[in-house]
């Protein structure tokens, strides 16, 4: 299970200001699609800004999470979802897996013999291309 917290805002209908909503804005949480039963936290960060957090519920590879958000403002009420996850996988390095350590500026590299070949007829290419 993970915890994340989504900023969103609401806006004047009129002159698209920030603007508070009507009454505290609701949020759920939908998994595949389905209303799901965590804890949705709704907090007032400011004139019409908010943040929502929930723990998601543990997925299932392939589960998609979508964070819906319901608010009224000067009577007219809106909603829409704010955040969406498709559940891949945890990734994990094999105990045998050798530490990856990426490559910086200056490092060596090997080059295959049709890439080195590539390589030089493009710049002989560029070369001979500006003498024309």
């Not at 004139?47 to 929930?54: D, L, Q």
């Not at 979802?81 to 910086?104: F, R």
């Amino acid at each position: 299970m993970s915890d994340i917290t989504v900023l969103f805002t609401t806006h004047s209908s009129v002159t698209h200001a920030l603007q508070d909503a009507d009454a505290t804005p609701v949020g759920t949480l939908y998994v595949n699609g389905v209303a799901n039963a965590a804890t949705v936290t709704e907090t007032d960060i400011g004139v019409g800004m908010y943040t929502i957090a929930v723990t998601l519920p543990a997925p299932t590879v392939g589960d998609v999470r979508e964070l819906y958000v319901a608010a009224t403002v000067d009577g007219i009420a809106d909603g829409g979802v704010i955040w969406s996850d498709t559940y891949a996988a945890d990734v994990t390095l094999a105990a045998t897996q050798a530490a990856y350590a990426p490559a910086k500026a200056g490092d060596a590299m090997t080059l295959t013999t049709s890439e080195r070949t590539s390589i030089a007829a493009k710049v002989l290419g560029g070369i001979l291309g500006r003498r024309a």
